[in-house]
């Protein structure tokens, strides 16, 4: 089965694009709770994932990104979204693995991420649905955080219909 691409233009992107930042994210669920990445500090919460480093797969990508943010070990067993957002002059295109808990690492953490308080928390996937739902609550204050959150309610939304329709 192929990705599906799901587009988001934000409304302050410009006509044309001069950077692109290619990342994968993995959706990992266990219990009905999805592994979530919770930057306790600024109360941010994301899918763990970030930006493809140079001569990497998609899926080492996403295998590298998960155990650095969450200390889990995955296994990727499909991409089945592909996230293709315009915000100013950035492409981001994103790559979103369901994945399988393989084993435990240690997280390895940016100094950045050590600073907002990185932290891997197991949340019922309905709760996270609910809390990236109010992504427009951020349109006034937070553009990058009313965009991810949209990003990931979207994508969130396609994994449960997947999963209704299996």
Not at 32 to 60: F, K, R, W
Not at 124 to 150: I, N, Q, W
């Amino acid at each position: 089965m192929a990705a599906k691409t799901i587009e988001i233009r934000g409304a302050n992107a410009y006509e044309t694009f001069s950077k692109t930042r290619v990342g994968c994210r993995g959706i990992v669920v266990q219990d009905g709770s999805i592994l979530i990445s919770h930057e306790v500090h600024a109360d941010y919460y994301l899918i763990p994932g970030g930006g493809m480093e140079t001569g990497e797969t998609l899926e080492a990508c996403c295998i590298r990104e998960v155990r650095e943010e969450t200390g889990y070990l995955v296994q990727p067993v499909s991409c089945f979204l592909t996230m293709v957002e315009f915000y100013e002059e950035y492409r981001y295109i994103s790559h979103y693995f369901l994945c399988e808990v393989v084993g435990k690492a240690e997280q390895a953490l940016t100094a950045d991420e050590k600073a907002r308080g990185l932290v891997p928390e197991w949340i019922p996937v309905e709760e996270m649905l609910v809390l990236f739902s109010r992504h427009a609550d951020y349109a006034a204050t937070d553009e990058e955080k009313r965009g991810a959150y949209l990003r990931e309610y979207m994508t969130l939304t396609e994994y449960c219909r997947l999963q209704t329709a299996q």
